[in-house]
């Protein structure tokens, strides 16, 4: 179990491109979870799936921002026309659920982005 | 809406003096309070879940504790290896929805 793994750790773009992070989950996780984190907050839920499903999309998440999990293991996040108020670290977190009340989220290390 | 608030901010402690993080929340059906050390620039590291009031969990130096409205993170003997960010967070299940809603976290330093 290698755990959550992101790429790239870092990201430095400038204002109107667009940038696509990925995400791979620890393998027998069913549900993948995005979230994003500025400086001294803790992480905001942007959209999570269970296996290729995407069932919850935050009100954060503006038309700009699309997820996907195409096969139901690795996902990514793609931010079009960035602007300065997306830098941040984007967080990627998986969990596995055989029922209600379990579902630990393990997180990985997350993805800083700078926008310039 | 689902609310947690940690206090203090900040605690600086000595190495080996004791002290506790609180964690106050509101939420409507909690399924699961979340402990998560946060180190700087890096994702944060499950700790502990809580399920119901007057459970209790510890790991190491660390004994987290819930109640109906609040929980805490003990912390006992700290040493310099402890300093981060801790963060709790609530999950409320409702149909499908699963995500966590964390408080700002406390930044503790421990110091020699």
Not at chain 1, 38 to 67: H, I, M, V
Not at chain 1, 69 to 92: H, N
Not at chain 2, 17 to 35: H, K, P
Not at chain 2, 53 to 68: I, Y
Request: with cysteine.
């Amino acid at each position: 179990d290698t755990g959550v793994s992101q790429d790239p750790r870092h990201k430095i773009t400038k204002r109107g491109q667009n940038v696509t992070f990925r995400c791979d989950p620890i393998s027998e996780h069913n549900r993948l979870y995005w979230y994003r984190q500025t400086l001294g907050q803790g992480p905001e839920f942007l959209t999570y799936f269970q296996n290729e499903a995407q069932l919850e999309k935050s009100r954060l998440l503006s038309d700009r921002f699309s997820a996907e999990r195409p096969k139901g293991s690795f996902s990514t996040l793609e931010i079009q026309r960035t602007e300065q108020g997306d830098s941040a670290m984007y967080l990627c977190a998986s969990s596995f659920n055989p029922g209600v009340s379990k579902d630990e989220q393990y997180f990985g290390p997350g993805t800083r982005l700078t926008v310039t | 809406e689902d609310q947690v608030t940690q206090s203090p901010e900040a605690l600086r402690l000595q190495e080996g003096e004791s002290s506790s993080l609180n964690c106050s929340y509101t939420v409507s059906g909690l399924r699961g309070l979340f402990w998560y050390r946060q180190d700087p620039g890096k994702g944060p590291e499950f700790l502990f879940t809580l399920y119901s009031a007057g459970e209790e969990k510890e790991k190491e130096r660390l004994k987290a504790t819930l109640t109906k409205k609040e929980s805490f993170l003990h912390i006992t003997a700290p040493k310099p290896e402890d300093s981060a960010t801790y963060l709790c967070a609530v999950r409320r299940y409702t149909g499908t929805a699963s995500k966590l809603t964390f408080g700002t976290g406390t930044r503790l330093q421990v110091t020699l």
